[in-house]
């Protein structure tokens, strides 16, 4: 049965042998342009954002979170952000 809503939209793409993962979070936008697509190939599959169920409304606040969540579940202890592509 397909999902009814998603807050966190992910991807993943095999290309030559490598993998390639995706997440994207939303947190405060408008999601008017997902009602023109079928988000993640399900019709009718509402988008939703972090302010509607009541999280923060900033990147700033709601990346480090969703970061060290992932990275408990995960068992990773250290954990550096970064912004940007630099290499």
Do not use: W
């Not at 936008?29 to 009718?44: E, H, K, S, T, V």
């Not at 169920?53 to 900033?58: M, V, Y």
Request: include cysteine; proline fraction near 8%.
């Amino acid at each position: 049965r397909p999902p009814r809503s998603t807050l966190f939209p992910y991807t993943t793409l095999f290309r030559s042998g490598c993998s390639f993962h995706g997440l994207a979070l939303n947190v405060n936008m408008d999601l008017a342009p997902f009602q023109r697509i079928n988000p993640c190939g399900y019709a009718g599959l509402e988008m939703v954002d972090c302010t509607q169920l009541g999280g923060p409304d900033a990147l700033s606040v709601a990346g480090p979170a969703i970061a060290d969540k992932l990275c408990s579940l995960l068992g990773i202890a250290s954990v550096e952000n970064k912004e940007g592509f630099d290499e």
